[in-house]
């Protein structure tokens, strides 16, 4: 069992940016594939990101591409969210996702559940 926490959240203006974190609690992080989604209040979660276990892969949605980037640390176990040029519809509770040699298909599409997830954390965009 692999446990997911993550942290980042809070209040940012429209147009500033945040970084999440997930931390996990495997050793490394080498051979998961990752993914974050999101679910803003009254509305269907929203899968945004996904990079495969082999690194060789990363997909974004239409609504968060050009300005979010997925990075990781397999030494730290760490997943790294940077959101840049927020807007107040990227308001949600952001959740990561992890799967042992997961190469994403589906993931995007809404069609797949990864293995573990955390509990996620609140992003809040508004002046």
């Known amino acids: 069992q692999v446990q997911l926490v993550e942290s980042g959240g809070g209040l940012v203006q429209p147009g500033g940016s945040l970084t999440l974190s997930c931390a996990a609690s495997?050793?490394?992080?080498?051979?998961?594939?990752i993914g974050w989604y999101r679910q803003a209040p009254g509305k269907e979660r929203e899968a945004i990101i996904c990079m495969s276990s082999s690194e060789t892969l990363i997909e974004y949605a239409d609504s968060v591409r050009g300005r979010f980037t997925v990075s990781r640390d397999n030494a730290k176990s760490t997943v790294y969210l940077q959101m840049n040029a927020l807007k107040p519809e990227d308001t949600a509770v952001y959740y990561c996702?992890?799967?042992?040699?997961?190469?994403?298909?589906?993931?995007?599409?809404?069609?797949?559940?990864?293995?573990?997830r955390g509990k996620g954390t609140l992003v809040t965009v508004s002046s």
């Open positions: 996702t992890a799967e042992m040699y997961y190469y994403c298909s589906g993931y995007l599409g809404g069609t797949y559940d990864m293995d573990y």
């Open positions: 495997t050793a490394t992080l080498e051979h998961y594939g």
